[in-house]
């Protein structure tokens, strides 16, 4: 018999809006941090909307519900032993299509953490701050694990270890 997928419950009296816990999630202790792109999904084919004249981010990001997974990465989250906490710089109208596609590649998490509405900070800058958040609630992230070498010398810088995983986006000069 296949269980059901777990429903997002957001928490109101202890997470932020942008954050999305899944039921019966511990709040608190050590976890893993997962990017999404590049990491679990493959968002090679949706670099297009990235290249020439002015980047069309929107259609970068709403591509992303229809991105395959990334074996090696899907994998690794499957096997972890630790709650994952899955931060990523898409933005908050992708926030229920990166749920979904979680879901549907079966992909396990505790946590999501996307862009609050209005926030255009860098990813750098975003997952800094969503790291401190996150230690404030409790967390310990014990690892991270990003395609974005800007972003894994950032968790290092704040006394992470980080996992680099070479997506090859970065290589275009074109990463979020």
């Known amino acids: 018999m296949i269980e059901p997928e777990p429903q997002l419950k957001p928490d109101p009296g202890a997470d932020p809006d942008h954050w999305h816990r899944r039921a019966g999630a511990a709040s608190g202790g050590d976890v893993v941090i997962f990017d999404l792109d590049g990491v679990l999904s493959d968002a090679s084919p949706r670099q297009v909307h990235l290249l020439g ?12 519900i229809h ?22 710089a898409r933005p908050a109208f992708v926030h229920a299509d990166s749920i979904e596609w979680l879901g549907a590649n079966r992909v396990p998490f505790d946590l999501v953490i996307t862009r609050p509405e209005g926030d255009r900070r860098s990813s750098v800058e975003f997952k800094a701050a969503e790291l401190e958040a996150l230690r404030a609630a409790g967390y310990d992230v014990v690892l ?33």
Do not use: C, K
């Not at 002015?54 to 992303?64: M, R, S």
């Not at 991105?67 to 990523?88: C, F, N, Q």
């Open 53 to 64: 004249g002015v980047p069309d981010w929107d259609g970068f990001f709403a591509a992303g």
């Open 67 to 88: 991105d395959e997974p990334l074996s090696a990465g899907v994998v690794l989250a499957r096997v972890i032993a630790l709650p994952i906490v899955v931060i990523t």
């Open 144 to 176: 991270a694990i990003d395609d974005d070498p800007s972003n894994v010398e950032m968790y290092r810088a704040h006394g992470v270890e980080a996992l680099y995983i070479h997506s090859g986006y970065y290589d275009l000069g074109v990463g979020s």
